[in-house]
């Protein structure tokens, strides 16, 4: 095994999940953004997948926390914890090496809360710490050559944000970024269910619905899934059986607000780059890009053909691998400490 005096990581730093990537290996981690810390004494009992598992089922005294609140940071402390934890486990625990780190942040990220990202980074164990706008990382990590003279529009939907970018040339011409996304749309079903059926259920149970069978555009051959969960009047166990179609009535407003912020930055964009994207479509990029028909109701919507990205979830992180091995390449775009 060689010993690499330089290590570098890259980091796409989620309000869902965190992914890692290490040049020349690739993907190395893909975890929840979830920290269980136990109040008692203040300390932190597990983070990532394990602590997933805690959410919603955890005694009194351990509370599984979610540091990440629409793709910035919410809880500091909570943050640097699971950062310095993901980077020693990425790199290994004889590393005795600091990192150059690169971290993904929303496109509307203010400059204080990319401040508070760099100095979590750097406080997690990172020798320098580099942001870069989550659009710009994308648009790298799904194969668009963005410093082209040609406008590309991307719509990146994660679990907290949805960013949506026009780039050109290296940089980012119009753009916004709209806290309804992945989360909103679980929060969404879980609010229906409650209202329809008098049923409570988690967070963790309205994903799996809208990952089991969500669309964004009702469809003929519906898909059926059962929930189980609380009965708000016995109080007892109970299952029902919702449908697609439910499903895609109960996250129209969400779905809506999404594409509305498509059009924001539509009615932002020049013409000549306008042109572009309708010639080019709109590339779909994001862990919550893959609801059911997505493309499709952007499509109705807008009509410009939209297209899902190979691996849409992974495109953020893949870009900041590129970014990484090209660091002067990309330093126009990229913010560093």
């Known amino acids: 095994m060689s010993i690499n005096f330089k290590p570098k990581l890259g980091i796409d730093l989620g309000t869902a999940n965190t992914l890692v990537f290490l040049p020349g290996q690739g993907i ?13 004494d203040n300390k932190v009992v597990a983070v990532g997948a394990e602590a997933k598992e805690m959410v919603g089922k955890t005694p009194d005294n ?10 910035v940071i919410a809880d500091y402390r909570v943050t640097e914890v699971m950062l310095k934890y993901y980077i020693s486990k990425a790199l290994g625990r004889w590393n005795i090496f600091k990192p150059d780190v690169l971290v993904s942040v929303p496109a ?12 979590a980074t750097v406080k997690a164990g990172a020798k320098n710490a580099y942001v870069v706008k989550e659009p710009i990382l994308a648009a790298i990590g ?3 050559p963005i410093y082209e003279a040609h406008g590309h529009m991307i719509v990146d939907i994660g679990g907290g944000t949805t960013d949506v970018a026009v780039i050109s040339l290296g940089g980012i011409v119009a753009s916004t970024s709209v806290k309804y ?3 909103k749309i679980d929060q969404a079903i879980a609010d229906y269910i409650k209202k329809t059926f008098n049923l409570a259920i988690g967070d963790k149970t309205a994903e799996e619905v809208k990952i089991a069978i969500g669309s964004a555009v009702p469809v003929e051959e519906e898909l059926i899934y059962t929930i189980k969960g609380r009965d708000f009047m016995t109080g007892l166990p109970r299952s029902v059986e919702v449908k697609t179609n439910e499903i895609c009535r109960a996250i129209d407003n ?13 009615h932002d964009t020049p013409p000549e780059l306008s042109s572009d994207i309708i010639d080019r479509g709109i590339t779909m990029t994001g862990g919550s890009s893959q609801l ?13 053909k939209a297209i899902l990205a190979d691996d849409p ?15 002067d390449t990309y330093k126009k775009s990229i913010i560093s400490k």
Do not use: Q, W
């Open 254 to 266: 969400e779905l809506r607000e999404m594409i509305k912020a498509i059009k924001t930055v539509f």
């Open 181 to 183: 996304a992945g989360n």
């Open 292 to 304: 059911r028909h997505l493309p499709e109701l952007v499509y109705r919507r807008t009509g410009v």
């Open 313 to 327: 979830l992974y495109c953020v992180v893949k870009g900041t691998g590129v970014a990484l091995e090209h660091l």
């Open 28 to 40: 190395v981690l893909n975890e929840p953004s979830v920290v269980a810390i136990s109040e008692i």
């Open 62 to 71: 351990i509370v599984a926390y979610r540091p990440m609140k629409d793709g």
């Open 142 to 144: 799904a194969g668009i």
């Open 108 to 119: 509307g990220v203010t400059s204080t809360e990319r401040r508070a990202v760099i100095e």
